[in-house]
Every structure is written in C-alpha cells, then in structure tokens.
C-alpha cells in the first residue's frame, strides 16, 4: 500500500504542465542528439546537463530522464535509416531495421522502436518499483562463478547470431575479448595492453568499434561495388503508426524482450548491449 501511495505521490507531481514540459524538452532534444553517431545518452546527458541548473531538482531530474530515453531511441533511428548505430544497444537494430527501410518500410520500423521502447521501459519502470527490494538483495549474491556463466551466455548468444562459420564466430570473440582486456585492471591498477599509451588507459570504447565495425564496412562496401550495379535507394518515411499486422507480429517480441531485458538489466555488468542481443536470440 506504501508503494502505491508513493506512485502516486510521484504521478501528482510529474504529471504538473511545468514538468510535462521539461520531459517534453529533453525527449526532443536527446533525440536529436541520439541520432548523430558516436555520442550517446550518456553523452547526451553530459553536453545538456548545464541547462538544467537553473530549474528545480524535480523538473531537472525529470528533464534528464526525458533526455536519456530520446537519445536512447535516437541510436534506433540511425540503425534504421543509415545502418549506423548511434550507441551499442542499437547494434541489434541495424540487423532487420536497415532491411525493412531498404525495402521502403522504414516509417513502420521506427514507430515499432518508438513503442516498444516505450512498453518496454514503462512495465520495467513498474516492475522496478514493486521487485527492487528482493531483486537487489538476489544481486548481491551473485559471485564469481554467476558472472562466468553470464559472460558465457554473452558469448553463446553471440556465436548464435553469427551467420558464417563457427570458426570464425569463435575467433571474433576472442578478438572481442582481447580488445575488452585493454586498460587499467580494475583490481591491481595496472595497465593491460596499453604500450605506454594513455589513453588506451580507460580502454577500447564500443562505440568506436560499433560505428567502425558497422559504418565503415557500410561505406566501404558502396565503394567497392561496380558504378553500374550501384543503386540509390530513394524512400519516403511514412506509415509511423504500426498497422494491425505489425501489432500482431510485435507484441510477442516486445513484452518477451521486456521481460528478458528487465531480468538480465537488473544483473550487474550486462547492461543493454547484452538484453537486445539474448532478445534477438530468442
């Protein structure tokens, strides 16, 4: 009944015009900064955070919430339209979003995104509310032999995805990992792999990699094609409201990859990259 009463308390509050206005301001621009490559939510939140010191707590925290969740979905409308993901949870998105605006549906892909991350991050917010406590206190027991098993599972899902042969799935991991031991060990301070470089300090950032992995490979492919055989792919972003179809088609993935993200989300070290990859698998 407490939780109930603070839920409330919480609506009566964010629900006020001034506020509504805030959170409409930060999803605006958070995702017009979400679509340019590279920077992120978190880089989103550190260049807007500024403007935000001279309005109250609330409407500021609300503010940068609203910003997080619109660069969130920017990253999605990059992945889409240009195969180039704005930030490393919007790599999965590349795989069937840039597929269905190459076949000129790219309106119904980015309104699917808009609402499944919309479902997806309000039943997570309320079950947050209402499981935080037992989940938190289950977290916490998670020790060494837990985490192998979750990077393994990282691993599978991702030989699982990989279309090639097994071989070369399984040396692309261990490339992955090899890049991911880069920079400062987090127990002895000491640099792995750094050759006296430091920048190399706070080790390989995905987004790099990601953007490199994804849209230079997308450039130097159009290059490497024959002039003759190059084709411009010209598509109008309409129908943003799914259609009946495509509800009937979503909703299975959408509330499986709610459930699915919220669970491994909860798990310390996983993070989104790991929750869109296992949602995909399954």
Known sequence: MEMLNNMLSGFSVALQPMNLLFCFV????????????????????????????????????????????????????????????????????????????????????????????????????????????????????????????????????????????????????????????VGQDMISGRGRFTFGITELNDGIGIIPVVMGLFGVTEVLLNVEEKLASQTVIKTKISNLLPTLRDWKESLGPIFRGTFLGFFLGILPGGGALLASFASYSV
């Open 26 to 181: 930060g999803v605006f621009v958070g995702t017009l900064i979400g679509v340019l490559p590279g920077i992120g939510p978190l880089g989103a939140i550190a260049l807007l955070m500024p403007s935000t010191f001279y309005v109250s707590p609330v409407s500021a925290l609300i503010m940068l919430a609203g910003i997080y969740y619109g660069a969130m979905y920017g990253g999605s409308t990059t992945s889409i339209l240009v195969n180039i993901p704005g930030e490393a949870a919007s790599v999965v998105t590349c795989l069937d979003g840039y597929q269905m605006a190459k076949q000129g549906r790219a309106g119904p892909a980015l309104g699917i995104a808009a609402f499944g991350s919309f479902i997806g991050g309000t039943v997570s917010v309320i079950l947050l509310a209402f499981l935080a406590p037992p989940l938190a206190r289950f977290a916490l027991r998670f020790g060494p032999p837990e985490y192998f098993s979750l990077m393994l599972l990282g691993l599978t899902v991702l030989i699982y995805l990989a279309n090639g042969p097994i071989l070369k799935a399984l040396m692309m991991a261990a490339l992955g990992l090899v890049l991911g031991i």
